[in-house]
Nanobody, 122 residues
Framework: VQLQAYGGGLVQAGGSLRLSCAAS????????MGWFRQAPGKEREFVAT????????YNADSAKGRFTISRDNAKSTVYLQMNSLKPDDTAVYYC????????????????WGQGTQVTVSS
């Protein structure tokens, strides 16, 4: 499966963005999806994950209450709605895919998109 993330941009603190990740290839609905991010000089970190059906989601503590992951299997797309953005959310955001079950661990994912830049100004 090939993944392409988009929707990043420059936003002021307190604003919102919705990231999208479009998948090509077969059987998108059999893949769990995750969002990760990497800020300059830092390691890539987990943000949110959703299982293959969309019935289960899990957020990192930094994203709880502000970010919502969702998916539309008919459109082969996963979303990350980000509200109340902070300058600390500035990073390149990556989507990733693995079979069926969600994971917060980078190494569990088999496919990665190219990333989309999110910049939050103070």
């Amino acid at each position: 499966v090939q993944l392409q993330a988009y929707g990043g941009g420059l936003v002021q603190a307190g604003g919102s963005l919705r990231l999208s990740c479009a998948a090509s290839g077969r059987s998108f609905s059999t893949y769990a999806m995750g969002w990760f991010r990497q800020a300059p000089g830092k390691e890539r970190e987990f943000v949110a994950t959703i299982n293959w059906s969309g019935s289960s989601t899990y957020n990192a503590d930094s994203a709880k209450g502000r970010f919502t992951i969702s998916r539309d299997n008919a459109k082969s797309t996963v979303y990350l709605q980000m509200n109340s953005l902070k300058p600390d959310d500035t990073a390149v955001y990556y989507c990733a895919a693995r079979k069926y079950y969600s994971s917060s661990t980078m190494e569990a994912y088999d496919y990665w998109g190219q990333g989309t830049q999110v910049t939050v100004s103070s």
